[in-house]
């Protein structure tokens, strides 16, 4: 039996103050995860020669799209682990521990010393920060899912959108940031 805390938006279905809030939890959570994953895609070039430098580019870029490829892989595994915590412990709780345990690593690949610095312990550390992000963005693909439905039962339709939204938002902003760096 599935059992969830009082604190589960879920169990608040129909009240509108808790629905709006768990509508822009759901898409906070969304632009934050997936603005990390667009930026890293964009900045793979740079990510490659400065964590998996070779003599030919291709290879450097190669590998920083495998870092990247491994965060996905883990993706499937967040859910489960998440799923399990929000069935547990609530959506929200699951939710804001997806969150959590995205900027944690986002922080430290901001600080991550690069190959040059450290040497192949900083492809590593870059490799398992990724994997710790996956895990993350796993679990809160669904979890923001499900907390918008569940929320939105006054507002049909929404919850597809809100969803949405948070994954285009970020799209759109981390294109943007690379923009304006200079190549």
Do not use: C
Not at 118 to 145: H, K, M
């Amino acid at each position: 039996m599935i059992a969830a805390s009082r604190q589960d938006p879920m169990l608040e279905r129909g009240r509108p103050e808790l629905q709006w809030r768990a509508i822009l939890a759901g898409v906070a959570g969304n632009v934050m995860e997936w603005y990390d994953f667009s930026v890293y895609g964009y900045f793979a070039a740079v990510i490659g020669r400065r964590f998996f430098p070779a003599e030919d580019p291709i290879v450097s870029l190669l590998a920083a799209f495998g870092a990247f490829a491994a965060g996905l892989f883990m993706r499937p595994f967040g859910s489960l682990v998440f799923g399990h915590i929000g069935d547990k412990m609530g959506r929200k709780a699951a939710l804001t521990a997806s969150v959590a345990l995205m900027a944690v690593p986002t922080f430290l690949i901001g600080l991550l010393p690069t190959y040059e610095q450290i040497g192949p312990i900083a492809s590593a550390l870059l490799v398992l920060l990724r994997l710790v992000q996956g895990l993350s963005v796993g679990g809160e693909i669904g979890t923001s899912f499900i907390l918008s439905f569940w929320s939105s039962i006054r507002h049909p339709g929404i919850e597809g959108f809100s969803a949405a939204l948070g994954r285009s938002g970020s799209t759109a902003a981390s294109s943007r940031v690379r923009q304006s760096v200079p190549r």
